[in-house]
């Protein structure tokens, strides 16, 4: 397996663009999270999804940000419009159920 | 907050010299969890440990678990360079399917 997925690896915009980064989980996993790591708050979970649907998702900085899973093997995290305050590292993590949380390797979003 | 908590903040010892980190946590939990992040890396899986386990091992780590006092420790025996990382553990709550809470992390420097 080739573990968690993102994409884009990094991504630079401009203040007021639309940002969408994505997941793919790993296979058989049913559980997906977003998270958000700064050097000055740390790792913040933002949202999981249990089988798809959205559980809790009240880490969610504001109505800028959204998250959608519409199916197993895919999930994106958008964030529009953007602000500078959004650059940090975004990280997309998937399990079963509350066992071990596979990382993926992150995308740098920076915010111009 | 219900977010774990680590002890220390910071760790430098040198090579072959054992690290041990501490975490505190709030309320009853099913089970508990570390991770190591490097530098610009996502976070990786070490180990799990039950509410109902006192004690795991796992190659050069040993994990401790004491419910009545909240709190977990992380030993790392005979250190080497390369686990120069920050580490980090995570709870799963009694009522949360699958939400992991995050401490604050340790970073550990061993120097040669």
Known sequence: DAGVIQSPRHEVTEMGQEVTLRCKPISGHNSLFWYRQTMMRGLELLIYFNNNVPIDDSGMPEDRFSAKMPNASFSTLKIQPSEPRDSAVYFCASSFFGDEQFFGPGTRLTVL | ?112
């Not at chain 2, 010892?13 to 946590?25: D, H």
């Open chain 2, 1 to 112: 907050s219900q977010q774990g908590e680590e002890d220390p903040q910071a760790l430098s010892i040198q090579e072959g010299e054992n690290a041990t980190m501490n975490c505190s946590y709030k309320t009853s939990i099913n089970n508990l969890q570390w991770y190591r992040q490097n530098s610009g890396r996502g976070l990786v899986h070490l180990i799990l440990i039950r509410s109902n386990e006192r004690e795991k091992h796992s190659g050069r780590l040993r994990v401790t678990l004491d419910t009545s006092k909240k709190s977990s420790s992380l030993l790392i025996t005979a250190s080497r360079a390369a686990d120069t990382a920050s580490y980090f553990c995570a709870t799963l709550f009694t009522g949360t399917a699958s939400k992991l809470t995050f401490g604050t992390g340790t970073r550990l420097q061993v120097t040669l």
